[in-house]
Every structure is written in structure tokens, then in C-alpha cells.
């Protein structure tokens, strides 16, 4: 059988083929540096952590911890690797990145299972079981290949990230159901909408003209945008009343409370694998995030809202996942392909990390005449994977780890734990465990 093949060793590439080397099988680790490097890494090291240190927060029960406490117990390489150069963060688990990208090298580099190449891919074997994670900064001649095996309208260069809000921190003594004209797509109300009048929207728009940026992490972050997916704060240069004919556009409209029309409205859209959360279409932004809470919280009904994500748009070159993977992962028309990191419509080091380990375990699943077996739902790897293979392709935006993406809990124990949100997401952690626990009790 010709060895797994894995494109790419950052993040996801290397827990990746750790995980094949783990099962017992050979595999081909191609990553280009150092002869060839992105705008972004720095050194020839795998697993090189290309801004921050940190791998977010270790605060017990917090969506975040849960996902790496998944990792720890699948037995993650990277994860390990984390808390040997762990450096005091807070509650965030903190790292030291070059120690940390070292310890990730030598793991490979002395893993007699895994062959390791340094050479850019240009393409997928047609022969071999391949993993595909070279990441947001995929070379170009690749990225081609990707576009030719995926379908050239279901490769993106760039994100382009609304913020997300927790459904139950937006107030519905504003914010109303409604469709423009009437016209739901799913016979309800598909949308929320929070009405300004003249005074409120002139306030907001102000209020995004003065505030502060957050600074480009790569020179092409500061290219110019599509058309189509522009920032909030281009828009609102562009004049005052751009954004309000644009994204706050309040055309077949009206507002219940007053029987009109309102001025503006900022409209918020529930995603069909996000049930607790809505996201504030067309307002994405590069704002720094601490800004995007003051301002946004300025918009009427969003007083109070609880952000699960900001908006970012950024290089990132990502495919279209949900209308192509399986939830293993997998190119549903080509099931030897694997994509992970980021490339799979994930965002962040630890979710890179997890669909690396998913991927891996899968392909040496599949290599070894296995059935793939989709993690549990409840899981929060289980639940990316439902993301990613599930959301609406039409909307597709990538996915850090929050509690909106894991299913909600039944009736009885939400209505007993109605007050103590705490309590909630601690009972969804102790859900996830157990149902990993007794997957790993049968597939080590
Ligand atoms: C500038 C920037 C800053 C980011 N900052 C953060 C942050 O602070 N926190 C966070 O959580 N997330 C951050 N991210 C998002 C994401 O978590 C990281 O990009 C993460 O490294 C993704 O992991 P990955 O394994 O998918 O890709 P990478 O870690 O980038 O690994 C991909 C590897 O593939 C190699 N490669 C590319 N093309 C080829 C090819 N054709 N042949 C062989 N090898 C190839 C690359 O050299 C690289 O080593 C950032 C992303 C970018 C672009």
C-alpha cells in the first residue's frame, strides 16, 4: 500500500501524521520551507506558530479548554508539545513559540514512521491517500491543483468574518422577526432585525469611522478588498449614507413597534448549524475587537450582546467545505483526500490542530481497510466536523471552537439550569467527555 501523504507541516499537517505514525503506519510529511516560505512563518521549523503564543483559554468548562481537553485525552502531539514549553498566560494556555515549534521538529524529525520532505507540493497523488493542510497561506502552483480537484468556485482567498452573537444576550423587546417584503426563505421569519432611527444610525456610523483598527498581520492584509465583501468602515467612508444603502439597508421592512419603516437596520441571521447564536450579516470589519464590542454594542437591541466571534477579513485560502467533505474530512466525490487546518474552513491554531488529528486518525483508518467513524456529535472535534461538512454553503464562513456549535441540551436540563449559564456549558463539557470516553473505549 503506498505510504499516507501529507501536504504540509504546520499545525494540523504534523498532529496529522503523528496520529498515522501512532497507528502503526508509514507516512510522507511534505511541508516547502525553508526553501520556500509564506508571508507570514519565519523560521524552517514545523508546527511554527505564525503570531500569537497563545492557544487560548485553559479556563476550565469554556469552549476553548473543552476542545483541548479532547485533544489531551486522543493523545495529541501538538498538544503535548504545548504544555512542555507552557509559559505563565493567565488563564490561556501560553507557549514559548520557538521552543514549542523545536519540540514539534524533533517529535517528526525522530518519528521513524514518518518520512519527512522538504519540497513544495504541486500536486495530489492520484495513487496515494493524501492529507491536504498546507494551510491559510497555501503556495499558488497548489492552490491551482486544490481549484481543479475541488472546483475553482469553491476556493477562497480571503476571509471574510461577521461577528457572531449569543441569541440570548440580544434583546427582542427591540429586535424583530421579519423577511424583507415577506419573503423568508424558509417560510418563517428568517432574520432578526435591530431598527435604528436618523439619531442612532448617524451615532454608529461616527462611532465606526473613529475606531481603531487592528493592525495587518501580512502585507497582503492591507490589499485591497472585493467589492463585494468590503469592510464596515470602508463602507461608512465611502459616505454617510453608504452603509444604510448597502448592509443596513431597511427596504421592505417595518418595524412592528412603530408600523414603519425605520431609518437603517442591522440584521441578524441565525446559521442552521449555530442554534444559539446569530450573525450580523454583511459586518465584517477590521476593527480591533475591543472596539467592535463598544461599537456594535451601540446598535439598538445589541445593548447587551455577548460576542462569540468578531469580525475579521484576512488572506486565508479555505475551501468551501460544507459543500464538499464528509464529516471524516473526507472529498465526498474523492474519500482518499483529506483536507485539515484551515484549509478545511476552520479558524485558529487549536482547531487547525484538531482537524489534524482528525483527519490523521481517519486516514489511517481508511488506510488500514477501516471504516471511518465520525467523532460523537456532543464532542466539540465531533462538532467542528459537523460544522464544516454541515453549515450553508452559500454562507460559508470559517469556525473557531464556541458552545453554539455543540448540540443543545435537552429540554428538561436547559429549563433546570435556565439561570446559571455556567452550569449549562459545564454540563455541555461533562456531555462531550463522556460520549469521547466511550468512543475511545472502543476505537483507541
Ligand atoms: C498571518 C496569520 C496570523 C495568524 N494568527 C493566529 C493567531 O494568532 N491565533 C490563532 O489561533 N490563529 C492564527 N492564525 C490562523 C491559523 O490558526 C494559523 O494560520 C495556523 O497556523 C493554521 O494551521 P495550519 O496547519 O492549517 O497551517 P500552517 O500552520 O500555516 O501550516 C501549513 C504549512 O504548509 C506549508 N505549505 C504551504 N504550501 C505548501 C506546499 N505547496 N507544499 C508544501 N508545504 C506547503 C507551509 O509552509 C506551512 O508550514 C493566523 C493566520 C495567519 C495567516
Redesign the pocket.
Known amino acids: 500500500m503506498p505510504r499516507i501523504r501529507i501536504?504540509?507541516?504546520?499545525?494540523?499537517?504534523c498532529e496529522a501524521a503523528w496520529q498515522i505514525a501512532r497507528a502503526g503506519l508509514d507516512c510522507t510529511l511534505?511541508?516547502?520551507?525553508p526553501m520556500r516560505?509564506?508571508a507570514?512563518?519565519k523560521t524552517a521549523q514545523?508546527?511554527?506558530?505564525?503570531?500569537?503564543n497563545?492557544l487560548?483559554s485553559e479556563s476550565e468548562n469554556s469552549a476553548p479548554w473543552l476542545l483541548k481537553e479532547e485533544l489531551r485525552r486522543l493523545d495529541s502531539l501538538l498538544l503535548a508539545c504545548a504544555q512542555k514549553t507552557r509559559v505563565p498566560g493567565g488563564h490561556a494556555l501560553t507557549v514559548d513559540r520557538e521552543l514549542f515549534g523545536r519540540e514539534v521538529t524533533a517529535a517528526i524529525e525522530n518519528n521513524p514512521r514518518i518520512e519527512l520532505r522538504r519540497?513544495?507540493?504541486?500536486s495530489i497523488p492520484a495513487d496515494h491517500i493524501t492529507i491536504v493542510?498546507?494551510?491559510?497561506?497555501?503556495?499558488g502552483?497548489?492552490a491551482d491543483e486544490i481549484a481543479r480537484v475541488t472546483g475553482s468556485n469553491r476556493l477562497f482567498f480571503y476571509d471574510s468574518i461577521s461577528p457572531i452573537v449569543e441569541a440570548e444576550s440580544v434583546d427582542l423587546r427591540v429586535a424583530f422577526r421579519a423577511s424583507r417584503y415577506g419573503k423568508s426563505l424558509d417560510g418563517g421569519d428568517d432574520y432578526l432585525n435591530c431598527p435604528f432611527d436618523r439619531e442612532q444610525y448617524e451615532r454608529f456610523v461616527a462611532a465606526v469611522l473613529a475606531a481603531d483598527s487592528a493592525p495587518a498581520?501580512?502585507p497582503e492584509d492591507q490589499t485591497p478588498f472585493f467589492e463585494a465583501c468590503l469592510p464596515i468602515e470602508e463602507l461608512a467612508r465611502r459616505g454617510r449614507d453608504t452603509l444604510r444603502f448597502g448592509p443596513m439597508k431597511p427596504v421592505g421592512l417595518t418595524d412592528p413597534r412603530t408600523g414603519r419603516r425605520p431609518y437603517a437596520v442591522a440584521q441578524l441571521r441565525q446559521e442552521n448549524q449555530r442554534a444559539a447564536s446569530y450573525n450580523l450579516v454583511g459586518f465584517q470589519n477590521h476593527m480591533r475587537f475591543g472596539e467592535q464590542a463598544r461599537v456594535f454594542r451601540l446598535i439598538p437591541g445589541l445593548d447587551n450582546a455577548e460576542f462569540l466571534r468578531y469580525g475579521q477579513i484576512?488572506?486565508?485560502t479555505y475551501i468551501n467545505a460544507p459543500a464538499l467533505l464528509a464529516p471524516t474530512l473526507q472529498l465526498r466525490a474523492e474519500p482518499r483526500v483529506f483536507f485539515?487546518?484551515?484549509?478545511s474552513g476552520v479558524?485558529?491554531?487549536?482547531?487547525?490542530i484538531a482537524t489534524?488529528l482528525i483527519a490523521g486518525r481517519h486516514a489511517a483508518e481508511l488506510a488500514l481497510g477501516e471504516t471511518t467513524r465520525p467523532f460523537p456529535r456532543e464532542t466539540a472535534v465531533g462538532s467542528l466536523c459537523v460544522y464544516v461538512s454541515g453549515a450553508d454553503p452559500l454562507h460559508y464562513q470559517p469556525a473557531n471552537i464556541t458552545f453554539d456549535l455543540l448540540p443543545a441540551l435537552d429540554e428538561a436540563t436547559r429549563a433546570r439550569l435556565r439561570h446559571d449559564k455556567r452550569a449549562r456549558h459545564a454540563e455541555v463539557c461533562r456531555r462531550a467527555l463522556e460520549k469521547l470516553d466511550e468512543y475511545r473505549s472502543v476505537y483507541v
Open positions: 501536504l504540509g507541516g504546520g499545525l494540523a499537517g511534505i511541508e516547502m520551507r516560505s509564506t507570514a512563518h514545523l508546527g511554527e506558530l505564525v503570531c500569537s497563545s487560548k519540497e513544495e507540493a504541486v493542510a498546507t494551510g491559510p497561506l497555501t503556495s502552483a497548489l498581520h501580512i484576512h488572506r486565508n485539515a487546518g484551515q484549509i479558524e485558529g491554531y487549536v482547531e487547525s489534524g
